[in-house]
């Protein structure tokens, strides 16, 4: 093994930088879903719809107990298994090794977001008082509309903290995927120690851009919140 | 013995005890009382070293300490000559009744466990909270709890019990119970410092009543003169405004 | 497509892939335990505010919050033996297991602390004065009086520190580890059948992540100190 390299570490951290946008796709990916679903099974299991809040229970529960990577693995073998058929199906044209599985890391990390991020918002929804959905129902207002005027934006200042913390958890969660083989931040920060066989340089390098971008988010959260105190 | 002489204690700018001194003999009970911010539950804390004076000495019987540069040894002798009942109960809440009361003598005091329950065990009655021995204060009432407080405070047997406004975060109704508990520690000739804004306690069970406002003690004497007799404009504006005027001049 | 799943080939992966769980259980159990005990001294450095040292702690908490438990497991990996190489110290021979351990510790460590300092904090400051008043020392009233109460305020946090503490454990297969999800690949890879161990290995994390969840219910449950009639 080599020592530290500056210029490696340089080289890494260039290298790593410029597969900024895939990292930042599947992070904008993920928490786009996340929010949109994740709103969606929230408002459906705080109503408790019959049947499909009872399904999403159990699906959230269980979900919770899987692991990222391990969900990965599995999704990405199910890709490799029927990718082939998919290709042929639809006519692509493209043969079976060019298929990117980048659609797996969407996949998985938009799965784990959704999850994560109903959780959250439900979390806030229980927070707000009957009250005010009585209060709304009294003026006259339906159930959609004292959700989307009443209620709405009475949880989006309760559910930013923990939005945030679902999402330094889906950035972190994008490094995952280097695990299946896709070239984001991690594996491009690699690269140029496949020619030095020293790694440090390109974990040092990656560790490096996440920290920035979870430090850069985490204070822009207090400064959020500082804003809210003011009222 | 209880000797507190020029004590000065400033929270920034604050100045809130400017030269306070205090003799407390064996056996009394000194109600301190004052309006709000005059410094008294100030002072009672830096006797038990809660907080840390600017200046000051204090002297318990034999052993004098100073209450600015006390070693961790000498406060740790002081608190252990000394027990303290708050005005929000301070139960640990993470002991049952009887647990916060062996806690102090077997951890601190090092008295062996079956005697240290024993002891907690003759307390609790003593202050009629048997029943709930094994009870946690998150099951109590604030009443029972400031029970349990007066309770641990009087099994250490200590020199002093410093009691910084017991009642005043009870329900109005459980106060005269909670005065009671306290007038029957004093009928046990233990020593006590009373910050209270209770007058008729004061005047029925201080042997020595201390008037304090802005940070220095403006008056002091037996409750008859104090109460009756005030000298100081100070001290006959306070009571003016906390006792009705037919009550004060009987 | 029809040979892809067999319930034979499941039932015959179950034994030889089991065992291994008891790697992944250590990494657990050793990253938790000793990560609970670090997490405990940062929580008391911290709160202590020793200039230097608190600053140090910041960064070293904000680093293990700020990026992937995966990629801090890779630094510490290849980075420590060059760093302790500085110092005359070889440890290139040393399991891989012990630095997947190392970083377990190490990153609860600082989670942890970080949620036992906010516990600490939130403890009513006049417990501290009431064990002083009684005269307990700082280090009686702190580990007899305060702990406790903090570490039941943290038990929360702490059961879903845990759960995802296991789950990471999914990590150290990338490191070459042979621990229930390294023997999955391994033996997956062997007989050209991952999808029956993989499923297994899923059926496995979720069945013992709501267990934990379940146990960690139960325990906040039992030691709430008779809190719980004041939460319903």
Sequence with gaps: MMGFTLNNFIESLKSGLSYLPVTAKLTFTAVVFGILFGLLIAVLRYYKVPVISKILTVFVTIYQGFPMMVALLIYNLLFSFYIGPIIQFFHLGIEVREANNIIVGYFALSLGAIT???????????????????????????????FTRIILPQIIPVAIPGLINNLVGIIKGTSFVMAIGILEVTNASLIPCFRTFSYVEGYLAAALIYWFFTLLIETLLSVVEKTQKQY | MIEIKNVKKSFGKHEVLKDVSLKVDTGDVVVILGPSGSGKTTLLRCINFLERADEGTLTIEDQTADLHTASSKEKLQIRKRTAFVFQNYGLFQNKTAIQNITEGLITARKIPKAEAIAKAEEVLDWVGMSDKRDYY???????????IGIARAVALDPDVILFDEPTSALD?????????????????????????????????????????????????????????????????KFLERIIPQDQYFI | MANLFSWERLWNIIPQLSPYL???????????????????????????????????????????????MLIQMMVIYYGLPLLLNNFGIDINGLDKLVFVEITFILNYGAFLGEEFRAAILAVPKEQTEAGYSIGLTWSQTFFRIILPQALLT?????????????HLTSIAFTLGVVDFLGRANTLGSASGHLLETYLYVAFVYIVISMLLRLGFYLLEKKFSFGREGVNN
């Excluded at chain 1, 959780?119 to 509309?145: D, H």
């Excluded at chain 2, 099951?139 to 400031?146: D, E, V, Y």
């Design chain 2, 137 to 147: 204060p998150s099951k109590l009432s604030g009443g029972q709890q400031q029970r």
């Design chain 1, 116 to 146: 994560s991020m109903s959780e959250t918002l439900r979390g806030a929804l229980n927070s707000v008082e009957k009250l005010q959905f009585e209060a709304g129902y009294s003026i006259g207002l339906t159930k959609f509309q004292t």
């Design chain 3, 154 to 166: 943290a038990l929360p946090a702490y059961g879903a520190e845990a759960v995802s503490c296991f």
């Design chain 2, 172 to 236: 109005p109704e459980l106060v005269g119970e909670i005065l009671g508990v306290i007038k029957k520690v004093a009928k046990k000739g233990i020593t006590m410092i009373v910050v209270t804004h209770e007058m008729s306690f004061a005047q029925e069970v201080a042997s020595k009543v201390v008037f304090m406002d802005g940070g220095v003690v403006v008056e002091s004497g037996t409750p008859r003169d104090v109460f009756y007799y005030p000298k100081e404009e100070r001290t006959k």
């Design chain 3, 22 to 68: 008891l790697i992944t259980f250590q990494i657990v159990i050793i990253g938790l335990l000793f990560g609970t005990l670090l997490g405990i001294l940062v929580a008391i450095l911290l709160l202590n505010k020793i200039p230097i040292l608190h600053q140090l702690l910041s960064v070293y908490i904000s680093f293990m919050r700020g990026t992937s």
